[in-house]
């Protein structure tokens, strides 16, 4: 069975997730993810949905439960990377994802993840980190 | 209105829901749809696909490109064979499912559509047809 990489990235797990999910292949997902948390003490779980050209609701499902997992196991989850358009697809759908957190790339999501903010709030006034969408 | 091309595809498993989803981007595409009208319609497509796969049983997705005067879109009908929805405007609410799922499919649908209408009949089967203008 077909199964998606799971990538240890210093203090957390990445996923990216670019094909699409059927249920077989999301509930590996789920029950690969808790258990590489729990091995690596990881503190976060980054899934990259930058490949995804649609999110519907049983996507939206998967991202939600291995968050709530996720989070019994004492690890943050970043979804990073939607397009724009499905943004505001998910919304219109009903779906706007309250319990996971999002953020707008793989940098950002480690930051939420590491609290690290460093770069976003010292330094120059760099374009790319002068917006505060996408977090929280 | 005419109807510019008319395809049918076979939902019978989730690799079935994979391909209406690919046909109906392709459709949006060459019907000039921007991004956002191609997301949502794709995105109504795939819940409705999936419904007829889970709660259906599997049934068929027709494809249409239809022109009303100056204004292209795209016309998408899901039938099945299945059980029927005893209460469709309970089935319309957010948040109603029977499957497990989030109850969002028919009515993110419509919400995700121009036009929106459902026939059900307990026993015989479901049909929904939606529709999105350029």
Known sequence: ?136 | MIVARDDTLVIRNPDDVVRVRQEVRARAVAAGFGLVDQTKIVTAASELARNTLDYGGGGKARIEVVQNGARKGLRLTFEDQGPGIPDVELALKDGYTTGGGLGLGLSGARRLSNEFQIHSVVGEGTRVTIARWK
């Open chain 1, 1 to 136: 069975m077909d199964r998606i990489p799971i990538l240890k990235l210093g203090r957390a797990l990445l996923v990216t997730v670019q094909v699409d999910m059927h249920d077989r292949l999301a509930m590996a997902l789920e029950e690969d993810l808790s258990a590489k948390i729990v091995t690596t003490g990881a503190r976060g779980v980054l899934i990259d949905i930058s490949g995804l050209e649609i999110v519907d609701s049983f996507m939206g499902r998967m991202l939600d439960t291995i968050a709530a997992v996720s989070r019994l196991l004492d690890a943050d989850t970043v979804v990073v990377g939607m397009r724009p358009a499905v943004a505001i697809t998910l919304v219109e759908l009903g779906l706007s994802l309250n319990g996971v957190k999002t953020a707008l790339d793989v940098d950002r999501g480690m930051a939420l993840i590491t609290g690290d903010y460093g770069h976003a709030s010292e330094g120059s006034e760099d374009l790319e980190d002068s917006d505060d969408r996408g977090e929280g």
